[in-house]
């Protein structure tokens, strides 16, 4: 969430207490990583299962059931303690009904466009999905609920699910779980580029699945890169980013916690603070060094901070607002006396976190409802988070009348004419002398086209 020096440009004037180490975020596009992906791809879509499988050994040391079979997904939660067992079930329920609602407000609609003229737009479910369930360094036990779960709400028929291989039983009993109950069709123990490839050629006993959703590694985000196109995607997650907007009212404590809750993300996981308080960020940046200190996780959320944290003081809330809108973080987190204000005149973020009650972890978890599948490296700019309407298709048609076509073919006629496409034109033209070019159905038209019938 470096800000470059033409973007300073147009920026009002702010000022570093910390600047981040490392000149922006780390490349996305390793060479080492596309050559590798681009030779496993091709492997595995000339070869099938047998390369699907020859990865599955190298990579993850797994030669088992690649398929958990449909009774041990359902009893993959017996193998959890009962308080993670509920926490699951409540954010696959908050994250179900979040996504049940964005759905309502999807309406299917017709309107005329002209006497005669109808146009309309219905949202049409995608086909098949295959989701992919992270489950590195630390499992992420609530993405089967950001991506399964809100494409059932969608109305997708089919979803399958991958999610690298994990302990004796195939895969992490939680991550099982949380697909489980998000509705998963089939789950299977396969990771990395292997599990996208085969859900994308087709290899798991079903269709090329359609579209392709889920974070992962540099692996797997290089692995969507090349398959968009045959297949749709969600979006290219990079590191997980966090920035936090305060003033004078928010507590130092509260600010450097919820910065470190996502710099323990990755050790390229960028933090930064935007404040209207010098007094603010040095507070922050003494409670960042002292919680650090006693932080387990202190190995990789230390570096993070060390070479991609920054701290930036701005003049007024509106500067706050031109520095936030510029770094375009995936989750932008306000604890000021003005978050309503913040709320009406932010335009770029993943999603947003209202209020010192509101932290990050609550959306990360599932239990805020809102999904974490968010965009990064500062394409919150033109893009949004996984959403139902990424599942849907806006799907328009057009029913026109005889007397409609009376209001449409002159012009269309005309246009065609004009742009040398006599094909075009004869489509109208054909219709325009069913109708009869004297009738009188062609009277509303502008005289300038009703001269020239």
């Known amino acids: 969430m470096q800000i470059t020096h033409a973007e300073a440009q147009t920026l009002p004037p702010f000022q570093w207490l910390k600047k981040p180490a490392v000149d922006g975020p780390p490349a996305q596009r390793d060479p080492q990583v596309v050559e590798r992906v681009s030779r496993m791809l091709a492997e595995i879509e000339r070869e099938g299962m047998d390369a699907v499988r020859a990865y599955a050994q190298e990579l993850d040391g797994w030669s088992g059931d690649l398929e958990i079979g449909a009774a041990d997904l359902a009893k993959s939660g017996d ?7 509920t926490a699951l079930e409540m954010g696959h329920e908050r994250t179900h009904r979040f996504a049940a609602a964005q759905r309502e407000h999807l309406t299917d609609f017709e309107t005329e466009v002209a006497p005669g003229v109808v146009g309309g737009q219905r949202h049409v479910p995608v086909r098949r999905v295959g989701a ?6 630390f499992p992420l036990l609530a993405s089967a609920f950001m991506t399964v779960n809100v494409a059932k709400a969608a109305g997708v028929p089919t979803v399958l699910a991958c999610t690298p291989p994990s302990g004796e039983h195939g895969a992490h009993p939680a991550v099982l779980y ?10 299977f123990a396969l990771g990395g580029v292997q599990a996208l490839g085969a859900m994308a050629f087709g290899l798991l006993g079903e269709a090329p699945v359609d579209m392709l959703v889920g974070a992962g590694n540099a692996y797997v985000t290089e692995a969507k890169r090349q398959l968009f196109g045959r297949v ?6 990079g590191p997980s980013e966090v920035a936090v907007i305060a003033d004078d009212s928010a507590d130092p404590v509260w600010v450097a916690a919820d910065l470190l809750g996502q710099a323990e993300h990755g050790p390229n996981s960028p933090a930064a603070l935007i404040t209207t308080s010098e007094a603010q960020g040095r507070a922050v940046l003494a409670e960042m060094d002292r919680q650090l200190a006693s932080l387990a996780t202190r190995d990789i959320a230390g570096p993070a901070w060390r070479d991609f944290g920054s701290v930036i003081v701005v003049g007024d809330r509106a ?5 936030a809108d510029v770094i375009a973080p995936e989750h932008l987190e306000i604890q000021t006396e003005d978050d309503d204000y913040y709320l009406a005149n932010l335009s770029n973020y993943g999603s947003l976190f209202i209020g010192s009650w509101s932290t990050v972890a609550y959306s990360d978890k ?5 999904n974490h599948v968010l965009p990064t490296g500062k394409t919150a700019r033109y893009n949004a988070g996984l959403s139902v309407s990424r599942f849907l298709k806006p799907l328009t048609y057009q029913r026109a009348s005889k007397e409609g076509t009376a209001s449409l073919a002159p012009a269309v006629e005309r246009i065609s004419a004009f742009e040398g496409l006599a094909a075009h034109g004869a489509t109208a033209t054909l219709r325009i002398d069913r109708i009869g070019r004297t009738s009188g159905a062609f009277a509303d038209i502008p005289a300038a086209l009703r001269d020239r019938l």
């Open 178 to 187: 949380g697909a489980h109950l998000s509705g998963a069709d089939r789950v």
């Open 132 to 137: 992919y369930l992270p489950a590195g360094r």
């Open 232 to 237: 749709g995607i969600d979006l290219l997650a």
């Open 319 to 323: 500067a706050a607002v031109a520095v």
């Open 366 to 370: 599932g239990i805020g409802g809102t």
């Open 79 to 85: 193998a959890l303690p009962p308080d993670v067992r």
